[in-house]
């Protein structure tokens, strides 16, 4: 299973209708992800910005669904960005270190 950051800067008009009907957006998410494969780890409001942060595994290989999940995020317009970002463990960050040492690259203008 791969893990997931989405990241959602809200509208003010959201935040608007979340003071008028507060509830529990986690609960209310969960389903979404679970439709596509995935589930629900942690749901975060980030403090004093109008920014979520949800981490959700997947299993491998569901950009598909992942980008789907965006797309009906977004055209839902209570965001203004949404980004989804795979996660690596350390192990899989110290792979890709050593991978990137056997690598070569010329920057432009060299």
């Given at each position: 299973?791969?893990?997931?950051?989405?990241?959602?800067?809200?509208?003010?008009?959201?935040?608007?209708?979340?003071?008028?009907?507060?509830?529990?957006?986690?609960?209310?998410?969960?389903?979404?992800?679970?439709?596509?494969?995935?589930?629900?780890?942690?749901?975060?409001?980030?403090?004093?910005?109008?920014?979520?942060?949800?981490?959700?595994?997947?299993?491998?290989?569901?950009?598909?669904?992942?980008?789907?999940?965006?797309?009906?995020?977004?055209?839902?317009?209570?965001v203004q960005s949404m980004n989804m970002v795979k996660l690596l463990t350390s192990e899989e960050a110290?792979?890709?270190?050593?991978?990137?040492?056997?690598?070569?690259?010329?920057?432009?203008?060299?």
């Open positions: 299973m791969a893990r997931y950051l989405a990241i959602l800067e809200v509208k003010g008009e959201t935040c608007g209708s979340l003071i008028a009907n507060p509830q529990d957006r986690k609960a209310a998410t969960a389903p979404l992800f679970k439709a596509i494969g995935g589930e629900v780890e942690h749901y975060w409001f980030g403090v004093g910005s109008n920014t979520l942060y949800i981490v959700t595994s997947m299993p491998d290989d569901n950009d598909t669904n992942l980008e789907a999940l965006t797309m009906l995020v977004c055209a839902s317009g209570i110290v792979s890709a270190m050593k991978k990137a040492a056997e690598l070569s690259y010329t920057p432009p203008g060299s």
